[in-house]
């Protein structure tokens, strides 16, 4: 049955609650170089810390679905639900534009557009004067979202990844909550390299299914693969901040996940710069998407 607008626009506040809840707990976990410590009056002050006990919780609960409900069985699902691609076509600026009208639909009074974000981050990147493949990657990595297009619930868009169908690392943010995930009852699950061979190389493992892994693959055949990792790895922290999980990795992935850890300060401590401007800024990027996808991408 068609969702009606009151419908999706609940929905839609909802998840955009939770993935502010999410990044702004990452900034906790992993503050940035040269921030107060937390509880020091300055970081009091500092407006990404300003979140509310419920706040808190309403991230604890998310974590907690995340990691109870994201099974093998589950993320085998979703391969076979998404892929291959064939949900709509959108080109790039559709696909920002619906994550826009999410936000809206939300509080417009103190929510970003999501092409803030993104545009930001890939500013930032540019400014550091990387290559253009570089740049892109910081406009578009976060538009795996639209998955809630299609009516995912949060615990299956954003939050942390993790391997599924192997042992569970300590290095994944409350882990303990693993503990109530079905497939901790299945022994073959549980050894360290569970259902994988060690060293098989992260490509062959299934990662719990969110945006990284389905922007993946919309876009990974237009990209290099240093590009395709920062997509496919970018809420990998418990990877590519603790180093976990490197009995599954091949040379490659150890390779390309400096790349990862290089994209990821740029996606976390460039929110709270000021915003961009659009107008100015637009031809820019209008050109440099033409540069590397076609019209329209397959979702
Ligand atoms: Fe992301
Ligand atoms: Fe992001």
Redesign the pocket.
Known sequence: MAETNQQRGSQSAEQTNIEEAWEADLLERYPEPGTPPEGSAQAESADFRDYTEGTRDGVQEFYYQNHTRQTLEFVRDMHQKYLPLRHRQMSVWEAMDFLDELVDDSDPDTEEPQIFHAVQTAEAIRADGHPDWFVLTGLI??L??VLCLFGEPQWAV?GDTFPVGCGYSDKVVLAEYFEENPDKNNPEYQTENGIYEPGCGLENVLMSWG??EYLYHVVGSYLPIEAQYMVRY??FYAAHRENAYQHLMNDTDRQMFAWVRAFNPY?LYTKHDVAPDLDKLMPYYRDLVGQFFPETLQW
Do not use: P
Request: charged content about 40%; proline content about 0%.
């Open positions: 990595h976060d795996g979202k954003v945006h990284d970018h809420s996606d």
